[in-house]
C-alpha cells in the first residue's frame, strides 16, 4: 500500500487533526462489525436490541445480549490501528478522536481523550432515574439487575437507535471535525447519522478528508484520499511514512 505524498504534506502542514472510528477499527481485534456481511446486524435484530422499544419489550433479552457482547469485548485486545491513533495523540498537535465505538480499545490502547459519540459497553446506569449503576451485573439466573435507589432495571450505558447522543461529545465531535485540517474516516460504513456528518463537515469546511476502510462507502467520493487497507495495516504504515516525511 502507498500513503501518497498529497496526505503527507496535508499532514505536516495540518494545524489540527481530527479522527473519526466505527466498528471497522475493532475488526482486527475480533470483535463484529454491524453492517459487514458477517456482522452483528446480519444475525440479530437492532430493532429488538439495540433501541428503548426493545429493551422495554424484552428487558431480560437486551441484558443478554449487551452481556454476551461484553465477555466478547472484554476478552478482546486492542490492535495494530488503535495503538497507532494513541500514536497520533503524541505526534500531531491538536489532535481529537472521535469514536462510534464502545468497546474502549481506544483507551486501553493509550489514547487519552475519546469523544464517545455512542456511550460505552462497560459502564451500567438504571432505565428510570439514570443514576450510574456500579453494582453486581452477573446474577444468577441471568436475572436482570435492579437500581437500588428506585427499583428500575438496570441498562448498558451505550445509545441506543432513536436516542440522543450525548451533546457534550456531539458538540465537540462537530467542532473538532469544523475546525481540523486534515480529517480521517477509519473503519466507518458512515451510514448512521450525526457521526456520519462529521466527515462532510470535515470536508465543507476545506478539511484534506481521508478514508482508511477495505471497502468503499456511502461518503467514499467525497474523500481526497481514499486507503483501501484495513487499520491495522493502513494506520501503521500512515506513521512510519509520516514520520520519515518529516525527517527527509
Ligand atoms: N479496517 C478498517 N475498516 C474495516 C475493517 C478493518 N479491518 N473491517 C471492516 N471495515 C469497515 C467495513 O468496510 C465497514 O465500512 O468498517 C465499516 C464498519 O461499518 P459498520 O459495521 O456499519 O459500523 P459503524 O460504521 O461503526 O456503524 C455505526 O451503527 O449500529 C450502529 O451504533 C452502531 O456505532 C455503530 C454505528
Redesign the pocket.
Known sequence: MVIPESLLEALEKARSITVLT????S??SGIK????PD???SQFN?AEL?SVDGFMSNPELVWQWYQYRRQIINNAMPNA?HYAIAEMEKLFKNFVLVT???DRLHQRAGSSKVWE??GNIIDNHCFNCKRPYIGETNLPDKQLPKCPVCGGLIRPS??W?GELLPFEALSAAEEAAYNCDVFLS???????YP?ANLPLIAKRSGAFVVE????R?AISHYMDVCLR????V?LPKLIEEYKKFISD
Do not use: Y
Not at 487497507?229 to 491495522?232: P, R, Y
Open positions: 466505527g466498528a471497522g477499527v475488526a482486527e462489525t454491524f453492517r459487514d456482522g452483528l446486524w437492532p439495540a490501528g462510534q465505538n464502545v459519540l455512542h451505550v445509545v437507535f477509519v473503519g466507518t460504513s458512515a451510514e448512521v457521526a482508511v476502510n477495505p471497502n462507502t487497507e484495513t487499520s491495522a493502513a
